[in-house]
């Protein structure tokens, strides 16, 4: 067990942080819902019930398509632009990446070569982009199925999916969390210049100059 955490703790903590903050979305989520309902004289309802509401599904696809976009954007972006100084930026003085060659234990699609190889070369903003996309989906019919419930409790009409797609609403919801993503990893690229954290791999060695990338 030691071994295990010690070679994986990083995604075991980060992935027992996410349980631990989804859950207690759920919980306080589950009353805002029913506060919610209260105000309008409606019945509450479970907290089992809840994760079935588009409240729940629309708060959750929200937050993951905002995180999904950020990651696929800056795995992409730092491939073909640079920023001096920042760890997280190829050195824009030599950008050229040597591969190493290709061995019996190189990933089985670079062995492959080929399409296999090319799309494999690209697989990480590839899947990043495609969570993105399952996020967006989800963040849309639950947002639809969320603004329908609280229309109906206004005695107005229901919307589809695409007629909440077309409304201010959908779009607030995105780029009030796409704008805070993108102004994090933009703190992070330029702070990581001037400032350090030692025995982070994120960080350049304290001693490195603030000129250098690495």
């Known amino acids: 067990m030691r071994k295990l955490f010690h070679h994986h703790g990083l995604s075991i903590v980060m992935a027992a942080l996410f349980l631990v903050c989804w859950a207690a979305q759920m919980v306080t989520g589950h009353r805002v819902y029913n506060d919610e309902q209260?105000?309008?004289?409606?019945?509450?309802?479970?907290?089992?019930?809840?994760?079935?509401?588009?409240?729940?599904?629309?708060?959750?696809?929200?937050?993951?398509e905002s995180e999904f976009l950020q990651m696929s954007a800056f795995v992409w972006l730092t491939s073909c632009l640079f920023q001096k100084g920042s760890?997280?930026?190829?050195?824009?003085?030599?950008?050229?990446?040597?591969?190493p060659p290709v061995t019996p234990r190189s990933p089985w699609p670079v062995r492959r070569g080929g399409w296999y190889a090319a799309v494999y070369?690209?697989?990480?903003?590839?899947?990043?982009?495609?969570?993105?996309?399952?996020?967006?989906?989800?963040?849309?019919?639950?947002?639809?199925?969320?603004?329908?419930?609280?229309q109906e409790l206004q005695g107005e009409p229901p919307?589809?999916?695409?007629?909440?797609?077309?409304?201010?609403?959908?779009?607030?919801?995105?780029?009030?969390?796409w704008q805070s993503e993108f102004l994090s990893i933009g703190v992070m690229v330029v702070l990581g210049i001037f400032l350090r954290q030692k025995g982070s791999p994120e960080s350049k060695p304290v001693n490195t100059p603030h000129s250098e990338n690495e």
């Open 87 to 99: 760890p997280e930026s190829k050195n824009p003085d030599d950008p050229s990446i040597d591969e």
């Open 159 to 177: 919307v589809t999916v695409l007629e909440y797609l077309g409304t201010a609403q959908f779009w607030f919801e995105s780029f009030e969390n």
């Open 38 to 64: 209260r105000e309008h004289r409606q019945p509450t309802i479970g907290l089992l019930a809840y994760l079935s509401t588009g409240h729940f599904l629309e708060a959750t696809g929200e937050n993951w």
């Open 121 to 150: 070369a690209r697989s990480l903003s590839l899947a990043l982009f495609g969570m993105f996309l399952c996020a967006f989906a989800l963040h849309a019919a639950g947002g639809a199925w969320s603004y329908s419930h609280q």
